[in-house]
């Protein structure tokens, strides 16, 4: 079962900022929040990572409140290309008893002209 | 290789068949995945190995379904006996450490007629 909840789809246009928002209220002290992307007939790609405040890389930002319960994944200016499925984890870096990545449904994102 | 590589990309098998399916990690990757995605849902986690041992089998479905890693690179993932509903994209993913960035292959698409 997901420890995740965000929305099923979201529409945009090219050119302006995108905002997925994630609900993770049961989430623990030590799991990190990671976000993938998932191009139709292609496996997921890793989007960024974090575990309190704000993490940017060349793709995206990620918020997270104080209270950690949501974040926020943040796609500067999309594109046509990122069209697709977003997905929302949560994990323990540090767990040693298990690896596995558990998805939700995810949020597609259909981003038009 | 410079990413996760899995054969075959497709597969096409008769109700009842012995299907093995391919992952070949990155290189160094100690730890591996496998996930099934059926159309419309997210990938739900079969197995993880940590070496050459799985380290959490709980997804697996069934009896039919097995995962091998031997010398804790290549990995198989073998099912008997294959019913229509084990239709889906199989995923591979690696990643040298538990719950950093998962690489995943393209998949194979397995269609069981």
């Known amino acids: 079962l997901a420890k995740t909840t965000q929305p099923i789809s979201m529409d945009s246009y090219e050119g302006q900022e995108v905002n997925i928002t994630c609900s993770h209220n049961n989430i623990a002290t030590n799991d990190y929040i990671t976000w993938y992307q998932q191009f139709p007939s292609q496996g997921p790609r890793f989007i960024i990572q974090g575990y309190k405040t704000k993490v940017t890389n060349e793709v995206a930002s990620l918020f997270i409140p104080a209270d950690r319960k949501s974040s926020t994944l943040s796609l500067p200016r999309v594109s046509l290309s990122d069209t697709a499925v977003y997905y929302c984890?949560?994990?323990?870096?540090?767990?040693?008893?298990?690896?596995?990545?558990?998805f939700g449904q995810g949020t597609t994102l259909q981003v038009k002209p | 290789g410079a990413g996760v590589s899995q054969t075959p990309s497709n597969k096409v098998t008769e109700k009842g068949k012995y299907v093995e399916l391919r992952c070949d990690p990155i290189s160094g990757h100690t730890a591996l995945y496998w996930y099934r995605q059926s159309l419309g849902q997210g990938p739900e986690f079969l197995i993880y190995?940590?070496?050459?041992?799985?380290?959490?089998d709980s997804g697996l479905p069934n009896d039919r379904f097995f995962a091998v890693r031997p010398e804790g690179s290549v990995s198989t993932l073998k099912i008997q006996r294959t019913e229509r509903g084990d239709s889906a994209v199989y995923l591979c993913?690696?990643?040298?450490?538990?719950?950093?960035?998962?690489?995943f292959g393209q998949g194979t698409r397995l269609t069981v007629v």
């Open positions: 993913a690696s990643s040298s450490y538990l719950h950093t960035e998962a690489f």
């Open positions: 190995f940590q070496g050459t041992g799985a380290a959490d």
């Open positions: 984890l949560v994990g323990d870096p540090g767990s040693s008893n298990t690896g596995k990545l558990i």
